[in-house]
């Protein structure tokens, strides 16, 4: 299945049915009059949070969702059939976004939330709603009112526990699949993840966390450079960030980290605020001394300790389970922060959205 985490739909809920113009004739029925119905509602269009999708392929190839109108009215006051409404499924982390991309019209993060994109138009009157002391026979009824139409953006954020940055070429692929069972793509050359990866990591047989990995970042990448920084959405909503510095390459490590630090600053979003676990990764290609002089450069660089820095290797396994229960500390804050945010507010506080 291809990723797409951004498309661009229109949207029309359904006119309301028109009321009726009837009246009554019936045998042994002293007295007629006015008996026209109303027209029924037109169908909402919904987006429902559902779970067992990942991605917004789907909206690549139908782009354009019309609910179906009401129906009309009819004598004896019968109301018209109100038509159903067309719900659209979309992935946990999926945001409704304005036509100018500058408003958040809704937020979905849970399964089972859903909200309404536009409202279907009311029915019509029939004339038995004219009806009145001075005009007992009205032939006025009036059309249903019609829906609502817009084009918006649908953009999804991936649900994630915590996420992986870090210069191309880092080790960031490797080291998701040395700790979860996802099968990024790995290759020696720069960015070969064109896409965010997710996958579960367990820490033991009774704790695991989602850990969302994207390609790689370079120096400018908010001003377009390599793939840009149009990915870094999908680590928004994460509780720590693990910053991989590959110490096997040529370059200075306290300058690698610098460009992405400096890159998470620019992109804002709160990501250069998030809690960050910083390892020196590829250990295996380096000696004792060279691990060593590295560590005390990032650790200058970063303004902590060098006992701070971790050492790793993906590939190698090295130093793989110490930094996964490091993540799984911070993983556990932000668990007890949204409990607790549960408990004060009786509901989530994150996530704009209307239940249907």
């Known amino acids: 299945m291809r990723f797409l985490d951004e498309v661009k739909i229109y949207i029309r809920s359904g006119d309301g049915g028109p009321g009726a113009i009837s009246f009554r004739r019936e045998k042994f029925v002293e007295f007629g009059g006015p008996d026209g119905g109303d027209g029924g509602r ?34 004896r006051q019968r109301t018209g059939a109100s038509a159903d409404p067309l719900v659209i ?23 089972g939330q859903s909200v309404i994109l536009a409202k279907g138009g009311d029915g019509g009157w029939g004339n038995v709603n004219y009806k009145s002391s001075t005009n007992q026979s009205p032939r006025r009824s009036t059309p249903g009112w019609p829906g609502e139409e817009r084009w918006i953006w649908l953009r999804l954020k991936l649900i994630a526990d915590t996420g992986l940055v ?36 367990r820490v033991d047989e009774a704790r695991s966390f989602v850990l969302a990995d ?32 590959d110490g096997a390459s040529e370059e200075d490590v306290a300058e690698a ?7 998470l600053k620019a992109y804002g979003g709160g ?66 922060t949204e409990n607790e945010n549960i408990e004060d507010d009786g509901q989530e506080k994150a996530g704009s959205w209307s239940p249907v």
Not at 104 to 110: F, G, I, K, R, S
Not at 295 to 316: N, T, W
């Open 89 to 111: 499924d979309a992935p946990p982390g999926t945001q409704v976004l304005d036509e100018t991309k500058e408003f958040v019209l809704a937020d979905l993060t849970e399964p």
């Open 271 to 336: 990501l250069s605020d998030k809690p960050e676990i910083l390892a020196l990764n590829k250990a295996d290609a380096l000696d004792s001394e060279m691990i060593e002089e590295r560590q005390k450069r990032l650790a200058e660089a970063a303004g902590i300790a060098p006992k701070d820095v971790f050492v790793l290797s993906g590939a190698a396994g090295i130093g793989v389970d110490s930094v996964k229960e490091a993540l799984w500390r911070h993983v556990v804050k932000l668990r007890r």
């Open 166 to 201: 870090g210069l191309p070429n880092a080790g960031k692929s490797t080291f998701l699949a040395a700790v979860s069972a996802a099968k990024p793509k790995i290759a020696d050359y720069p960015f070969t993840t064109l896409h965010p990866n997710l996958g579960v990591v």
């Open 42 to 75: 037109g169908g909402d269009v919904v987006l429902r949070c559902v779970e067992n999708l990942n991605t917004l392929i789907d909206y690549r190839y139908r782009q354009h969702f019309r609910a179906k109108s009401g129906k009309g009215g009819s004598g």
């Open 214 to 245: 994207i390609p790689g970042l370079i120096e400018g990448a908010h001003e377009g450079a390599g793939i840009g920084d149009r990915f870094l959405g999908h680590v928004e909503r994460t509780g720590a960030l693990l910053h991989l510095v």
């Open 257 to 263: 980290y610098r460009i992405v630090r400096e890159e």
